[in-house]
């Protein structure tokens, strides 16, 4: 459809510009975006850092992302011990994580692992993409006596 204007006066000349401004956004309105994947940044460290922390930990930023897919970028820090991350949907009551006190780690045949870094040596980085639904989500370091020294931190993944 071709919109003719008799006169080329300011009127026609806007009247053109909207309509041709309107078929542009006609796609964006009637396909929707792909998400980008949500990423969340996660630091493993320990006192071998060497800033003066007293702890293990995970320090995982943003604590919060979108459902879909969710980009881990790992990095250790530790100058001495080797980590990972596990991301884990946790049973109903987390205090019934499956525990060996024989091997100081989780079970992880007993637990609903969906995501595994595998070992980073100190020094060493990983990046690992899963896909979440809303909810909430355990992230854990299960190297030997690490889930018990504070390895561990909730994410929450909205919709």
């Not at 071709?2 to 009127?11: P, Q, S, T």
């Not at 026609?12 to 510009?17: A, K, S």
Request: with cysteine; glycine share 6%.
């Amino acid at each position: 459809m071709l919109l003719r204007c008799h006169n080329l006066g300011e009127a026609c000349v806007r009247r053109r510009f909207l309509l041709l401004a309107a078929a542009a956004m006609l796609p964006f309105g009637l396909v929707p975006l792909a998400r980008a994947a949500s990423v969340v940044n996660v630091i493993q460290e320990d006192p071998s850092t060497g800033h003066g922390i007293k702890h293990m930990r995970l320090v995982v930023h943003p604590l919060r992302v979108r459902a879909g897919q969710v980009t881990f970028r790992i990095k250790n820090i530790s100058r001495d011990l080797t980590h990972e991350v596990l991301v884990l949907k946790p049973p109903a009551r987390p205090a019934t994580m499956p525990y060996s006190k024989k091997k100081h780690r989780l079970i992880e045949s007993r637990i609903d692992k969906l995501g595994d870094s595998g070992d980073q040596k100190p020094g060493q980085s990983y990046v690992m993409t899963v896909t979440l639904k809303p909810g909430r989500y355990l992230l854990v370091c299960n190297e030997p006596d690490h889930y018990m020294a504070g390895m561990h931190v909730w994410l929450t993944v909205t919709k």
